[in-house]
């Protein structure tokens, strides 16, 4: 992690205490995922060992974490109080009530992230501070990492050419009589060779013919044949930053309505390329791409959306 971008999450986590106080809320508490890596930097695993942040605006953040990681926050060019414990789980409530205590938490509004913050940190939470209330802040930080700056901006780019890299060359294996799972299992290889991070955003989706009608299909021992259509949904993380590709290809020449169905796609993807730009809200995109796909009569089948957000550490 360089300077600048330690630099940055300094500033976020002044301009966090400003979003905070706005929505009224006394503090925030994060456990591992995209927003914790936003404001600190900070990589852990979900495991078994709980992990939890706690920031309240004009104090120093407090963590707390297993003695075994406590080399993470060490050196850091912020301030940060850790609360570490050992391999007893019965120490796990002693130092969450250690740092409500240095936090004053306790009785106060406290944001969370409903959809991350797990069962297991929010009971260690609820026993720690029994007088505290605890509310969403999912609007409040979604606020905050909406607006993407220089570093994340480009982490976003690197994670797309590393993507488009890794399949042009995972291409070379795709032919008749080879399954899904053995190009999924290469383009996870050349993700890793292309310079995606360890971690990669999610398990490659790799599926033919039948299997390419579920848009979120797990690779099979399927092999593919003559005339199939081939969907290879797929990213690559850069710095914790996502990347989301999906393409479809033919393998030799496919039925005419198959042809028939990927112009009017691509019209429709045209056609929402044009409406998109600053200050168009999302809806007008999706009408435009969704007219296209309902005057050609496939209107039934268009149900998604055309475009999805999957940003990462940035999302």
């Known amino acids: 992690m360089n300077d600048h971008t330690y630099s940055s999450q300094i500033n976020r986590q002044a301009k966090l205490a400003t979003t905070l106080q706005a929505a009224g809320l006394d503090g925030l508490v994060l456990n591992p995922g995209p927003s914790l890596v936003y404001l600190t930097g900070l990589h852990f695993h979900l495991s078994e060992r709980p992990v939890a ?6 104090e120093i953040p407090v963590i707390v974490l297993p003695e075994l990681e406590l080399e ?19 120490l796990w409530d002693v130092a969450f009530r250690k740092a409500v205590q240095a936090t004053k938490m306790d009785g ?50 690197k994670a797309a050419g590393i993507a488009q890299n890794a399949l042009q060359a995972t291409l ?29 955003p999610f398990a490659p989706i790799v599926s ?16 593919l044949s003559a ?5 290879i949904d797929w990213g690559a993380s850069s710095e914790g930053y996502f990347s989301d590709i999906t393409r479809t290809f033919a393998i030799g020449d496919p039925e005419p ?14 056609k929402g390329r044009t409406e998109t730009r600053p200050g168009i809200p999302a809806e007008q995109v999706d009408q435009a791409a969704r007219k296209v796909i309902e005057s050609a009569g496939y209107g039934k089948y268009f149900t998604h959306r055309p475009g999805a957000t999957n940003p990462g550490a940035g999302e």
Do not use: W
């Not at 309505?257 to 045209?270: G, M, Y």
């Open 108 to 157: 106060k509004h406290i944001g969370v992230e409903p959809r991350q913050l797990r069962l297991l940190e929010f009971r260690l939470l609820l026993n720690a501070a029994l007088d505290a209330e605890f509310v969403s802040a999912d609007t409040s930080v979604a606020r905050l990492r909406m607006f993407k700056d220089e570093s994340e901006i480009s982490a976003m780019r």
């Open 257 to 270: 309505e198959l042809k028939t169905i990927s112009s009017i796609v691509l019209e429709a993807n045209a």
């Open 72 to 90: 993470k926050v060490k050196n850091l060019p912020y301030p940060i109080q850790a609360f570490p414990y050992g391999e007893d789980p019965a």
């Open 208 to 223: 033919g013919g039948p299997n390419a009608a579920n848009p979120h299909a797990t690779p099979s021992n399927r092999k």
């Open 227 to 231: 005339g199939d259509l081939l969907v």
């Open 172 to 200: 070379p294996q795709v032919k008749i009589g080879c399954s899904e799972r053995e190009l999924a299992a290469e383009l996870t290889l050349q993700l890793l060779r292309a310079g995606c991070d360890s971690e990669v």
């Open 53 to 58: 942040v706690i920031f309240v605006p004009d």
